[in-house]
Nanobody, 123 residues
Framework: QVQLEESGGGSVQAGGSVRLSCRVS????????KGWFRQAPGKEREGVAS???????TYAESVKGRFSISEDNAENIVYLQMNSLKPEDSAMFYC?????????????????WGQGTRVTVSS
């Protein structure tokens, strides 16, 4: 059973930065596609960023140029660096994992999820 645990959320002013971390355990880390998703109150969950096992990445249009996904394979941690934050980025952020069939990074079809960490951006 794959387990994911997020950390690093909090409150920040607009224009600021936050780095989220997600520790992945319970499986073979490099078999998995990893992604970050977010859900704001009253809105559907949306994919933010994804990284595959060879390091290719993809991003939602709304965060391109501001967010960056990366990972530490030795520590089984995936990161989401968020810069130039806007109030509309406020949400619960979730880390997720899926088996990687070499189809490239994607923002859908994930099997395992963390509990989430909240990010609040004030204006």
């Amino acid at each position: 059973q794959v387990q994911l645990e997020e950390s690093g959320g909090g409150s920040v002013q607009a224009g600021g930065s936050v780095r989220l971390s997600c520790r992945v355990s319970g499986g073979t880390y490099n078999r998995y596609l990893k992604g970050w998703f977010r859900q704001a109150p009253g809105k559907e969950r949306e994919g933010v960023a994804s990284i595959d096992k060879v390091g290719r990445t993809t991003y939602a249009e709304s965060v391109k140029g501001r967010f960056s996904i990366s990972e530490d394979n030795a520590e089984n941690i995936v990161y989401l660096q968020m810069n130039s934050l806007k109030p509309e980025d406020s949400a619960m952020f979730y880390c997720a994992a899926a088996l990687d069939y070499l189809g490239g990074p994607r923002l859908y079809g994930y099997n395992w999820w963390g509990q989430g960490t909240r990010v609040t951006v004030s204006s």
